[in-house]
């Protein structure tokens, strides 16, 4: 198989011969002729004929050397390529960190260079989160797990244990294993959503958030009509989540507002609650898959409630965007695109 750079050589070389060809054929022919009308047609015939013997060893003369540096230029033409086809290749062998960074003129090359290493930057940042997502994940499996086995465990092993003690552990297994179920359901919601797969219908998006509204305790609302199109259930989901992470951190509870914006291309709903201090540099972490702002104290949650309701967002082309109002607490703000179909 022959490679690109000799095909890239070749076909310069050739098009030098070509060119090189026409010009000493119409220089041939033009001496030729001339000869003709100066000289006997016998020597005028040996001179022409002798020239193109000449012309002949010119032209092959011309394409070794057209050959010679059109494979030194195609190399040095192609070397970007082959830069980013052995990157690909140490990518390939789990090497995430390799790249090409090019150098030299801001050709289209440079670009495709650039472009090579800016997927792979987000390759690596995408792989890297799936194995945090998955780390995480297996931890916090593992401790409901652990809790359910010992609970179990240290009910067999006692053969004088009294019904009230084993009723007592099999009710701590039974909230454990609501909430690793509470977690799981989580991990599917999240799945879902960031692969996309969402309904899309006509909602208004205050009758969602109402429906959310009255299963949690302690939320005042503001709803105002807003359409917006996407799935109910996600919606739903979302706007739970907000209200239950408000209640849990809050003093008083959360706030509910929701209403179209001022510029009436989207859809805006806050949540906002009174707790304590957020550092604002912890805000990006928030939304992260298992993040809490305080780990080592014991939480109900299970740390996806807003990573669930940034991807249930951005699958309906919208965003989440949090804020640490400096007398405390945590305001979440979504914006959705509106719809013109009202429901």
């Known amino acids: 198989m022959t490679s690109f750079r000799a095909r890239l050589a070749l076909t310069g070389t050739g098009l030098v011969v070509v060119g090189t060809g026409i010009v000493l054929l119409v220089s041939w022919w033009l001496l030729g002729r001339h000869l003709e009308r100066t000289v006997p047609l016998a020597y005028a015939q040996e001179a022409v004929d002798a020239l193109a013997g000449q012309y002949l060893l010119a032209l092959a003369g011309v394409a070794l050397v057209a050959l010679g540096l059109g494979w030194a230029a195609a190399g040095r033409l192609l070397a970007p390529v082959g830069a980013i086809a052995a990157t690909a290749r140490r990518v390939g062998e789990e090497h995430l960190g390799e790249r090409v960074r090019p150098s030299g003129p801001r050709d289209e090359l440079h670009e495709l260079a650039t472009a090579f290493d800016g997927m792979l930057d987000r390759m690596e940042a995408a792989v890297e989160a799936q194995r945090r997502f998955v780390a995480n994940a297996s931890h916090e499996l593992r401790t409901p797990l652990t809790v359910i086995r010992t609970e179990a465990e240290v009910a067999l092993d006692d053969p004088a244990a009294r019904p009230a003690e084993l009723r007592s552990a099999l009710h701590g297994v039974v909230e454990t294993a609501e909430r690793t179920e509470a977690l799981l359901d989580g ?75 001022p510029d009436a291309d989207a859809a805006v709903l806050s949540v906002a609650n009174d707790g304590d201090p957020v550092p604002p540099e912890a805000l990006e972490h928030l939304v992260e898959p298992f993040a809490r702002l305080h780990r080592h104290r014991a939480a109900r949650g299970s740390g996806l ?26 305001r979440a703000e979504v914006r959705l695109p509106v719809s013109v179909t009202a429901t």
Request: net charge positive.
């Open 305 to 330: 409630g807003l990573s669930i309701v940034r991807s249930v967002a951005e699958v309906h082309g919208g965003t989440l965007r949090l804020t640490a109002p400096a007398a405390g607490g945590l």
């Open 187 to 261: 991990l599917l919601v999240l799945a879902a959503s960031a692969a996309g797969a969402r309904r899309d219908e006509p909602l208004e998006l205050a009758a969602v958030a109402r429906r959310a509204a009255a299963d949690v305790p302690r939320v005042r609302a503001d709803l105002r009509p807003a359409p917006v199109r996407g799935d109910a259930a996600l919606l739903e989901r979302l706007v739970a989540n907000l209200l239950e992470n408000a209640v849990r951190h809050g003093r008083r509870g959360g706030e509910v507002r929701q209403q179209v914006a």
